[in-house]
């Protein structure tokens, strides 16, 4: 079974940085995809950035240019780099992996962007 933890959240101020961390252990080959969703209170779980087994990432339009996804295979590690944020950024930040068609998810980070 897979568990993935997320840490890195807390509260920031506009403009502040962010490394959110998220460890993978469990059965974690035939990977697909890796990513970071978030939820922000009433809305629905959207996807911020995600990278693929072969490397390559994907970034919602709203993050892009401002936040860094990256992985460290040996270590079993996806990071999130969040620079500029905004209080629209608020929000739980949850991991995600995707192997063999089944989706696995962390239990949350919150990220608060207030001045």
């Known amino acids: 079974q897979v568990q993935l933890v997320e840490s890195g959240g807390g509260l920031v101020q506009p403009g502040g940085s962010l490394r959110l961390s998220c460890a993978a252990s469990g059965i974690i080959f035939s990977i697909n995809t890796m990513g970071w969703y978030r939820q922000a209170p009433g809305k629905e779980r959207e996807l911020v950035a995600n990278?693929?087994?072969?490397?390559?990432?994907n970034y919602a339009d709203s993050v892009k240019g401002r936040f860094t996804i990256s992985r460290d295979i040996a270590k079993k590690m996806v990071y999130l780099q969040m620079n500029g944020l905004k209080p629209e950024d608020t929000a739980v930040y949850y991991c995600n992996l995707v192997r063999l068609g089944a989706d696995y998810w962390g239990e949350g980070t919150l990220v608060t962007v207030s001045s």
């Open positions: 990278i693929r087994s072969g490397g390559t990432t």
